[in-house]
């Protein structure tokens, strides 16, 4: 990785759920989010990364900042890395208010669209690293160049 700037690493952190407040006050509060959230800011941040954490988003406000970061310029970075703290759902994540469908990375950031905020032709990497925390999953996606 040898560009002008590392990259950004946008963290999703959900730790209050609609459904969950609902049914079981209790269970919505997961005060354990913030070391985690704290050591990937860390983590990253040592690494040289933009970080930007968002707290407790509903699903149409992760898209949007999805779709915001996908129409920005990445040509100068390394990498782009999206980190989720949340609970799984069957096929995806929980957003605060419902299901977000992991399909939505994929359409937004995958080899067609990577030409365009990459800036040029080299090849792109797209992985993923999971990580279960006391009943939550964390998700890391890396999308880098070669």
């Known amino acids: 990785m040898n560009h ?8 999703f952190n959900h730790k209050h759920f609609d459904m969950v407040e609902k049914c079981f006050k ?10 985690d959230v704290r050591s990937l800011e860390s983590c990253f941040g040592g690494l040289g990364f933009e970080v930007f954490i968002h707290e407790d988003l509903k699903k149409a406000e992760i898209k949007l900042v999805l779709e915001a970061l996908s129409k920005e310029d ?3 970075a390394d990498c782009l890395v999206f980190c989720f703290i949340t609970l799984k759902m ?3 994540l929980s957003a605060k208010d419902e299901k977000l469908s992991l399909g939505i990375l994929s359409k937004l950031f995958n080899a067609k669209s990577a030409l365009h905020w990459l ?3 080299n090849c792109v990497s797209f992985s993923y690293f999971l990580i279960n925390v006391n ?6 996606f890396l999308m880098e160049r070669r």
């Open 26 to 35: 209790k269970m919505n509060d997961h005060p354990e989010n913030e070391n």
């Open 74 to 76: 990445h040509s100068d």
């Open 90 to 92: 069957d096929q995806g």
């Open 119 to 121: 800036g040029n032709r």
């Open 4 to 11: 002008q700037r590392r990259g950004k690493c946008i963290i």
């Open 135 to 140: 009943g939550c999953v964390i998700r890391a």
